[in-house]
């Protein structure tokens, strides 16, 4: 989800993770200033997320007091040989999609936190702010939270394990205080990491400011090889595409 400019932490129990049901999976979670993750896993790993996020974020805020455009740009940022792999991962998500840099900034942590954690557990979830990185053994379906739109948390994605790790990430115009230049209550993107799914739920939630052009908006996202499919709400309108499977939740 792209910010334009540093936000102060915001460790408010978001009403979505109150419908969480991880199964026989142990969930915990870990808040390290603007970050706050809901973590599932074979065990209680905290200390071990603990020390994944204190890493990323120190070479992320190093990075960005060298080189303070690298936050607030809004278009590709250069690529950097010398640069963190954070950075560079990114950087790369970012550009796909051209988006400034911290467009793909929730759904990176999201990637490297749940790639770290899979040398503990064989399953995990990691969900940063609505950004989510995905790895089970059993079929999972994600609700879609889409603020006061009547299709808010009424419709699942169900993700199927062979198509694991997947990103599942969602960017809002009416939730939350990421910055979104669209009208969508919800821009959902399956993707084939988090990092890229979150470039690309920003462009598209960017791109969408009237109802009637969502199609055509959709095109720009679909063509790239890295996403799987998605979903847009706006109100009572909705659109799907790609290799997705809805279900409806009670």
């Not at 992320?60 to 060298?66: F, H, K, Q, V, W």
């Not at 052009?213 to 063509?223: N, P, Q, T, W, Y």
Request: glycine share 8%; hydrophobic share 40%.
């Amino acid at each position: 989800m792209q910010q334009a400019e540093p936000t102060k932490p915001a460790h408010k129990d978001q009403p979505y993770r109150r419908r969480v049901q991880s199964g026989n999976l142990v969930s915990f979670r870990v808040l390290i200033k603007e970050t706050d993750l809901m973590v599932s896993a074979a065990g209680d790993l905290s200390a071990h997320t603990r020390d994944m996020v204190h890493t990323l974020r120190r070479q992320l805020e190093d990075y960005i007091r060298s080189n303070p455009g690298f936050q607030t740009s809004l278009l590709p940022y250069p690529e950097d040989p010398f640069a963190p792999q954070i950075v560079k991962e990114m950087i790369s998500a970012a550009r796909m999609f051209n988006v400034g840099p911290m467009a793909a900034v929730a759904g990176t942590i999201a990637d490297f936190v749940g790639k770290g954690l899979l040398n503990y557990t064989d399953e995990v979830i990691v969900e940063n702010g609505g950004d989510i990185f995905l790895k089970t053994s059993v079929p999972t379906t994600v609700s879609v939270y889409a603020g006061d739109s009547p299709l808010s948390n009424k419709l699942g994605l169900i993700t199927d394990p062979i198509q694991m790790p997947l990103g599942i990430c969602t960017s809002s115009a009416t939730v939350g205080h990421s910055l979104s230049l669209g009208i969508a209550d919800a821009v959902c993107v399956v993707a084939r990491s988090a990092s890229v799914a979150d470039a690309a739920a920003t462009a598209l939630g960017n791109r969408i400011r009237n109802r009637g052009a969502l199609k055509v908006e959709i095109e720009a996202v679909r063509k790239s090889e890295a996403i799987k499919g998605g979903m847009v709400i706006t109100g009572k309108t909705m659109a799907t595409w790609g290799e997705i499977e809805l279900t409806g939740i009670g």
